[in-house]
Each structure stands twice: as C-alpha cells, then as structure tokens.
C-alpha cells in the first residue's frame, strides 16, 4: 500500500529561520505531490504541487520544494519563515493513474516564535 | 476560502446513533471525495464521488456510505457510530475525477461521539 511519512511530527523555529520538512512516499509508480498547509482555524488549502518537469517546484508564500525521485522524496523549504507560518504542513501523493485519491502524511505542526 | 461549505459544524452524537453529514462542492465541480482526520494524524481518504457514482473507497466498513446528488453536492452517511469515529471529516470537491485536478477543501464537520 501507499504510505507517506513525514519526518518531524512537531518543529520549533525563530523567526528568519530556514525551514525543511522532510517528505518520503512509498509508491513505485509515477505520482503526483502536493503539499497542504492548515492554519489555525482554517481549511487545508494547497501550497505547491508536482506533476512533472521541474523537480524544483514554487509555491505560495515564498515556499518550494524538491522530488528526488531516486529518494522518493519532496522536502518542503523555506529560507525565512514568519510568526505567520506557524500552521500544520501535509504532504500528499496522487497515483498518476486510476482515481484520484490523495494519500496523506501524518503532517508536520510547524510553530515560528516571534 | 474555497466555494466548498460543509455541514454541520460540530455534531456530538452517542455510539450506536446514525449521522449525516452535507457538503456542497465548489462550482462546477462534479467530483466529491471525502477525507476523516483523526486527532493527530493526516485526512485519511473514506471514498470519492464523480457524476453521482462511487469512484473509488479507501479502507472503510460498509457502515459509511455516500450520495451525490444531481447538483453534485454530497452526503456522508455514518451507521452504528463508534467512539473512534470521532473526528474532523473534510469533503473536497475537484473539477474532474483524475489525479491532475486540484482538490478544494470544506473547513469540515467536527464529530464526537460519546
């Protein structure tokens, strides 16, 4: 079965920090990855995605990624967070096939001290 | 915001007790799948509707069952409810079935059971 893991259940960051969230799925086949973000009180909303082409994707909010595909990985980054990113991050994978089913992370609780 | 609203809100039922629960789909959309949070852990995929047809079921028992409607909106139906049931239930809505279609999330219906 499909699973993805994410690395760190809880971070912890200052302000300007760098961020990474790390992001391993377990599919073989070709897959579609997206990463949500849930801000306090609101919807999961979409904050990049990859389809193909560029393995290095931009998003909202000055936030990117990277598939390698070789470490079936998609690790989330971004070089200087704000207080206004502290939210839960999903990563999520799509079997580019079939129906669309989105397989979820267990997500990753990032809280920026100002 | 997306044009995904759910209801209800918040429901708190007791176990062995039925609930259903409503989502209307953004514009245009015809496809509808829906997701349950468990506390702590990513949108697990419970099953998918496209053009009023079940399109695909994640790994749960009959006792959740769905509808979609003419105007596509959806239901989400829970029998014989159970204390782990309890959870955030997400409905997304997407403009075609198929894993290059963006999902929009609902803000959810909170249930607990008791």
């Known amino acids: 079965a499909q699973s993805v893991s994410q690395h760190n259940h809880h971070v912890i960051l200052s302000e300007a920090a760098s961020l990474e969230l790390g992001c391993n799925y377990s599919y073989g086949g070709t897959v579609n990855l997206f990463w949500y973000v849930q801000y306090p009180g609101q919807h999961l909303q979409l904050l990049l995605k990859y389809f193909s082409g560029d393995p290095l994707v931009k998003g909202i909010k000055g936030f990117e990624a990277e598939f390698i595909k070789s470490k079936f990985s998609f690790n989330l980054r971004k070089p200087s967070v704000q207080w206004s990113d502290t939210a839960e991050y999903f990563c999520?994978?799509?079997?580019?096939?079939?129906?669309?089913?989105?397989?979820f992370g267990k997500g990753t609780m990032l809280l920026v001290s100002p | 915001e997306t044009g995904v609203t759910q209801s209800p809100t918040h429901l708190i039922k007791t176990r062995g007790q039925q609930v259903t629960l409503r989502c209307s789909s953004q514009?245009?959309?015809?496809?509808v799948s829906w997701y349950q949070q468990a506390l702590g852990q990513g949108p697990q995929f419970i099953f998918q509707y496209y053009r009023e047809e079940e399109n695909g079921r994640g790994n749960f028992p009959p006792r959740f069952s769905g509808l979609q409607f003419p105007n596509y909106s959806s239901e989400l139906n829970v029998n014989a409810l159970e204390l782990d049931d309890s959870a955030l239930y997400l409905c997304?809505?997407?403009?075609?079935?198929?894993?290059?279609?963006?999902?929009?999330f609902g803000p959810g219906t909170r249930l607990t059971v008791t």
């Open positions: 514009s245009g959309h015809n496809t």
């Open positions: 997304a809505s997407s403009y075609q079935a198929g894993p290059a279609y963006e999902q929009y």
């Open positions: 999520a994978v799509i079997r580019n096939s079939g129906y669309s089913t989105l397989t």
